[in-house]
């Protein structure tokens, strides 16, 4: 069964520093790789998603992932954090078309110092 | 504002009651799915409706079941509550559930059970 693995349940960077979030997929066939973002007591917002087109995918917000198979991973970017950017990230992996086999992973807490 | 509406937004019950959350998806939606978010378990699939029928099912208790009426709305029934079922229970819903659509989650109900 695909599955994801997000390295690191809390990462903390400075205002305008590189935010790198990782997430690592396991899949039996070709994924659709998301990330969303859950920001304190609101539910899951869609930042992004791979399905098949450009592996390098731009989402909102200024983040953008490069799905990258050799190392069957997702990694979230941003240039610089900004301070509303605090929240919780999770990437999420899915095989059907029907989208209804989503595995999420155990999220990224990120905090963002000033 | 995603468009997906649940209520309540909190519920507070006792071990061994009954309890229906309520959701409302995004106008035109036809797919309407249901997680589980839990400190320990992670965010977990439940079950999907497209218009009006069960199309999959997740990683849901006997003691749980879900509906969707002719009007789209969804209803998840939990009942013989124990202490575990405490969790944020969402509510996502998406246009045909394919995998390239977006899931659009709604803001969520906080179950404790005590």
């Known amino acids: 069964a695909q599955s994801v693995t997000q390295l690191g349940s809390h990462v903390s960077v400075s205002e305008g520093a590189l935010v790198l979030l990782r997430c690592n997929y396991s899949?039996?066939?070709?994924?659709?790789l998301f990330w969303y973002v859950q920001y304190p007591n609101q539910g899951l917002q869609l930042l992004l998603k791979?399905?098949?087109?450009?592996?390098l995918v731009k989402g909102i917000n200024g983040f953008e992932a490069e799905f990258k198979k050799s190392e069957t991973s997702f990694h979230l970017t941003k240039p610089s954090a900004h301070m509303s950017d605090a929240a919780e990230y999770f990437c999420?992996?899915?095989?059907?078309?029907?989208?209804?086999?989503?595995?999420f992973g155990a999220g990224t807490r990120l905090t963002v110092k000033p | 504002d995603s468009g997906v509406t649940q209520t309540p937004k909190h519920l507070i019950t006792a071990t061994g009651q009954r309890v229906t959350l309520r959701c409302s998806p995004r106008?035109?939606?036809?797919?309407v799915y249901w997680y589980q978010q839990s400190l320990d378990q992670g965010l977990q699939f439940l079950i999907q409706?497209?218009?009006?029928?069960?199309?999959a099912k997740g990683n849901i208790l006997e003691r749980f079941s879900a509906q969707q009426f002719p009007d789209l709305h969804s209803e998840l029934n939990l009942s013989s509550l124990e202490l575990g079922d405490s969790a944020l229970y969402f509510c996502?819903?998406?246009?045909?559930?394919?995998?390239?659509?977006?899931?659009?989650f709604g803001p969520g109900t906080r179950l404790t059970v005590l």
């Open positions: 899949s039996s066939v070709p994924p659709y």
């Open positions: 409706y497209y218009n009006g029928e069960e199309r």
């Open positions: 791979y399905t098949s087109a450009a592996t």
């Open positions: 999420a992996v899915s095989e059907s078309d029907n989208n209804n086999d989503m595995r």
């Open positions: 106008s035109g939606d036809l797919s």
């Open positions: 996502a819903s998406g246009p045909s559930g394919g995998a390239s659509n977006e899931q659009f």
